[in-house]
């Protein structure tokens, strides 16, 4: 189990990074001379972001994604769930947690479900080329 101090770390990495993503989406928008750059204002301002169809738009896959992962993460810190796999509900390393505030799986379930879902890691791929 995390503690106090080691939660309120990740809490505040995951909240940079959402604010990283907000701030790329930001500098976007304003470089693009698109006309929405009024709803830059609704999202920094809106607490339920996956309700905002325009903040969806601008945002790529990856990014809504990655988002989505950050806020289930910090919902989870808030019901004191976080910090444990899904799958086989071991504790995840703090070392973990630091790299990956977003994780919810442990290293093994991981690459177990990245080995389903047919990804082939890096390393993998560059020992066969
Ligand atoms: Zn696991």
Redesign the pocket.
Known sequence: MLRTKELQEIKDLLLTMKKEILADLDERIKSSDVSEQRVIGDIFDDADLEQSREFNLLLTARERQKIKQIEQALLKIENGEYGV??????D?PVGRLRVMPFTT??V???SQQESMEGHVTTAYVSEKG
Do not use: N, T, V
């Open positions: 796999c899904e799958s086989c509900e071991s995840i799986l442990c093994k379930c991981k």
